[in-house]
């Protein structure tokens, strides 16, 4: 039976579903119907103002956030999609944290649903640092729908492992 590592947290029934799409070679053809578009977001520049629209929209009274980027390393070393920390460093005698939000590269070229959802979620952050009940209506409230489109990444991310290791056997 296929392992679904980013569906594990879900129902059987629904991961034999998805198994079923993916027998039928069907799980590709239904992301790309549902999320056909690719964003414009493509240098960090971008992506900090992206993500201070989207915060001074929701968050303005949270801290300001110093930093954001897309980090090419980060899926892989921090099994992590997006991440979000506060730097501290001493500045003329003062310690001043920094906030930064790193966001996974392989956001560069996906969906802008998938995009908007993770920077809604590091963002959440800002003002709920625990993955609560509080945090998720907050991400609810600044991206409706926020709970199928994470489940519709897990399932992006189900294909393009599944990609990579038809890639290995190819070559």
């Known amino acids: 039976m296929l392992q679904l590592k980013y569906l594990q947290a879900y129902s059987p ?3 034999d579903r998805v198994r079923a799409l993916i027998a039928q070679d069907q799980l590709g053809i239904h992301l790309a119907q549902r999320y056909p578009a690719r964003h414009a977001v493509q240098t960090d520049k971008a992506l900090y103002l992206y993500a201070n629209e989207i915060k001074q929209m929701f968050l303005r009274n949270a801290p300001a956030v110093d ?3 897309y980090d090419s390393k980060l899926d892989l070393i921090h099994q992590a999609l997006g991440l979000n920390t506060a730097i501290s460093r001493v500045q003329g005698g003062k ?3 920094k906030k930064e939000v790193r966001i996974a590269s392989l956001f560069k070229e996906g969906p802008p649903e998938f995009l908007r959802m993770i920077v809604v979620h590091e963002l959440a952050h800002l ?3 625990e993955h609560s009940k509080a945090f998720y209506q ?3 409230y600044m991206q409706p729908g ?3 489109l994470e489940f519709d990444l897990r399932l992006y991310l189900t294909q393009r492992d599944l990609l990579k290791q038809v890639q290995v056997l190819v070559s």
């Open 146 to 148: 926020y709970a199928q």
């Open 13 to 15: 029934a629904l991961q």
């Open 127 to 129: 003002k709920e640092r």
């Open 67 to 69: 930093k954001v980027v």
């Open 138 to 140: 907050l991400c609810e």
């Open 95 to 97: 310690l001043k944290a």
